[in-house]
């Protein structure tokens, strides 16, 4: 069974829409990315403070789920799952703007919960590949929230959602006890565990640290590699940190607080290293949509 599938992720930072052909290799898919685009909407900005996407950011989204709509009809995709997250769960309008979307586009957004968010992001299966020794915690840092997926011998120990986010973080929205309570979970559900722990990060930001960091594809970044970027970054202005590292506007800013979130949890799991596979919400997104057409025996 060969399909092109997409999936288009609302984050709380940008949008994705990404395109893949999949092929059933006796029994197991291959998945071939053919294109990603990304559109920085930055729903989170207004959401995190008033609870509303503006009618400007909600023309911004059509302009991007139309344009998507047209590169899927350019690339014959056969099939599509749309998904929302974090921005999109706490804006007091979202139904109505997925109404809008709906009518112009014929694409229904589910918004999805943090928990399912996280599932998705582990079913890209990397932890199946590692050693039985260790243990795997699975973090992925958005916009609007964090979700934690933790492994031990191949088994899902636990999946958590925490509304500690890059652009939270930004508008000064998370509370000490929102970072005691998730520091406290982590010890808790991480004991027994101390010293074996493995991180596999997921998430724009740390993607970038790993680019920027010239490791080779597969090698880990080591938790004190991460606490030099954070204290170098943050000795820089917004604009030089642009200029020096390259970095788009709507990566500069959000870069420093992921730093902090990422070095935090791997510091409470007692993790020293982190694996960055090029994994995402969308990549999840892709394979629970081919999961779904198999099961259902859909003809393409």
Do not use: C
């Amino acid at each position: 069974m060969n399909m092109r599938l997409a999936a288009i992720d609302i984050g709380s930072n940008a949008a994705r829409l990404l395109i893949s052909d999949v092929t059933d290799n006796y029994g197991k898919p291959e998945f071939n990315k053919i294109n990603l685009v990304r559109v920085p909407l930055r729903l989170g900005f207004d959401v995190f403070e008033n609870k509303m996407i503006t009618a400007e950011k909600t023309a911004m989204i059509m302009h991007t789920i139309k344009a998507y709509k047209h590169l899927l009809e350019a690339y014959s995709v056969d099939h599509i799952k749309a998904a929302a997250t974090s921005a999109m769960r706490d804006a007091a309008n979202a139904a109505d703007i997925i109404r809008q979307v709906k009518e112009q586009t014929g694409i229904e957004i589910e918004v999805i919960s943090g928990g399912y968010e996280a599932s998705l992001i582990y079913e890209n299966h990397i932890a199946e590949n590692l050693d039985k020794e260790h243990a795997y915690m699975y973090i992925d840092v958005g916009g609007g929230s964090t979700e934690l997926t933790f492994f031990a011998g191949n088994k899902l120990l636990f999946s958590a959602s925490f509304n500690i986010g890059t652009i939270r973080l930004l508008k000064q929205q998370v509370t000490v006890s929102q970072w005691d309570a998730m520091k406290e979970y982590i010890r808790k559900e991480t004991r027994g565990y101390t010293d074996k722990i493995i991180a596999i990060g997921s998430g724009g930001n740390i993607n970038k640290i790993f680019s920027l960091s010239k490791r080779k594809e597969g090698k880990p970044l080591h938790i004190d590699l991460l606490k030099d970027y954070y204290k170098e970054f943050s000795s820089f202005a917004l604009e030089d940190r642009m200029r020096l590292y390259k970095l788009r506007e709507d990566r500069a800013d959000v870069i420093v607080p992921a730093l902090q979130i990422y070095i935090n949890i791997m510091r409470w799991a007692t993790a020293q290293e982190i694996n960055v596979p090029k994994i995402g919400l969308a990549d999840g997104l892709i394979q629970h949509l081919y999961a779904d057409i198999k099961k259902k025996g859909m003809e393409v």
